[in-house]
């Protein structure tokens, strides 16, 4: 067989996998996902524009089955993933949400839903086989999710990332009980518990992002990584900072540092929320009184769960954050907060929760026996059971410096000053855009964190 033949039978079988896929589906005019092979890479295209690429079973099913037949060719060395129009993903498909979870004849449907779409954060996050993400607009939830566990996430002047889930009356899901607490300082539980919009070089400072490139070069920087030859790990970080922005760059969007970054992490130090808004009431300031309100607009249940769910999961493997989430999803979908909080969203309502207020929260029975303790039918089984993440995402070291490598570095290296360890940190990531800043926002909260 000529190496034309394989690559033609290649793009056949991509496409009739797909097609496959897509047979089931009968509410998408279009494909949800288009593929495109080139060379030894692999494209996939979010496809649903006027549903904002928001994911539907069949959508989340297609898409696996290609994250696991492109990671078994040796032929592939790279993959990257992208969303059609203005937008990456707006998370899971409420309305199919809504119809599974009350439709006994789709419970099965459901079940399955939940399998693959769990099975899938895992598998992105510990694939062999490089994914990149251009996460150029809107990514929300679980978009968000496939975006920041790829192992390298690319935020542009247009992303969006947000976590809306406890103002639908739901628990802040898709392996954010692993990656969010793991983010620098307390800036995980400010997203989680405010669904608060990250945007643009946030998406970077805030270690959702790995990089920062201008929509505008992410033409240029595909067909650059298309061209690379058998890449490693760093030969595509490098190929990504050449189109990425220089250490001089201006941000229209940099506003989780100085003032606000302090109140973030004095006050998200806590374990409950009723400390948290304690902690923000103290503060008296603008900021922290619109946080107050923000974190007042979600479910008691669903902000307190997902709490928890970070205070556990900064210790666990992505595997086992995962295995909770699923678990606490089986539960959740039954619950009257989750479909109170859908229909207000399909009806534009304000909604009505089962807690009025946190002080009506019981940890012990809304929490723990309900959710943490419970016992399920079914339990997730990951395809990738071999790998797993341990301490952070593959990409990570590809991003800015954590609080970890900080503290590695100034013992290693006998970094006696906040100016020798910025100095270091920029050699070291070669005057990368951001390392300045988050190096010192890192120095700035080892001080003054009680």
Not at 67 to 83: A, H, P, Q, T, Y
Not at 333 to 342: A, Q, S, T, V, Y
Not at 368 to 389: F, G, H, N, P
Request: hydrophobic share 35%.
């Amino acid at each position: 067989m000529t190496k034309s033949t394989s690559k033609t039978i290649t793009v056949v079988r991509d496409r009739l996998l797909t097609q496959l896929s897509f047979l089931k589906s009968s509410s998408d005019e279009e494909p949800p996902i288009l593929t495109e092979s080139v060379n030894n890479v692999r494209i996939m295209l979010l496809n649903r524009p006027k549903q904002l690429n928001a994911f539907t079973y069949y959508m989340v099913e297609a898409m696996f089955v290609h994250f696991k037949e492109w990671e078994k060719l040796e032929s592939v060395n790279m993959i990257i993933l992208k969303g059609q129009g203005n937008v990456f993903g707006a998370g899971a498909d409420i309305k199919d949400i809504a119809q599974m979870i009350t439709d006994p004849s789709k419970k099965e449907c459901f079940n399955r839903y939940l399998d693959v779409f769990y099975d899938s954060f895992h598998f992105v996050a510990t694939a062999q086989t490089p994914i990149i993400s251009f996460m150029d607009g809107v990514a929300v939830g679980s978009a968000g999710s496939y975006g920041t566990l790829s192992h390298f996430s690319i935020a542009t002047e247009n992303t969006k990332i947000f976590m809306p889930e406890t103002r639908l009356g739901h628990f802040c899901n898709a392996g954010t009980g692993f990656y969010l607490p793991r983010l620098n300082g307390n800036i995980g539980k400010y997203i989680a518990l405010t669904s608060q919009k990250i945007e643009a070089e946030d998406v970077l400072f805030s270690g959702l992002a790995t990089h920062f490139v201008l929509s505008s070069q992410l033409p240029y920087l595909q067909n650059s990584l298309i061209s690379l030859k058998n890449p490693s790990l760093d030969i595509i970080n490098e190929t990504i900072e050449n189109f990425a922005v220089k250490s001089n760059h201006v941000p229209k969007n940099y506003t989780l540092h100085g003032e606000k970054r302090k109140t973030i992490d004095r006050c998200f130090q806590f374990d409950t929320v009723t400390d948290i808004i304690e902690a923000l009431l103290k503060e008296r300031s603008i900021f922290s009184l619109e946080t107050i309100k923000q974190i007042f607009e979600g479910s008691p249940v669903s902000v307190t769960l997902t709490l928890e769910q970070m205070r556990r999961g900064s210790k666990l493997p992505l595997s086992q954050c995962l295995s909770r989430e699923h678990k606490s999803w089986h539960v959740a979908k039954n619950e009257p907060d989750l479909r109170e909080g859908i229909s207000s969203v399909i009806h534009k309502r304000p909604s009505r929760w089962s807690r009025p207020s946190y002080t009506d929260v019981n940890f012990k029975t809304d929490i723990l026996e309900r959710y943490i303790d419970a016992d399920v039918e079914r339990a997730l089984k990951v395809t990738s059971d071999k790998k797993d993440c341990y301490f952070t995402t593959q990409g990570r070291k590809f991003g800015l410096p954590t609080e970890e490598e900080v503290k590695r570095a100034k013992r290693e290296n006998n970094l006696d000053s906040d100016e020798s360890i910025i100095a270091w940190f920029i050699n070291q990531r070669n005057d990368k855009y951001g390392v300045r800043e988050e190096v010192k926002e890192i120095l700035i909260w080892e001080k003054n964190i009680v």
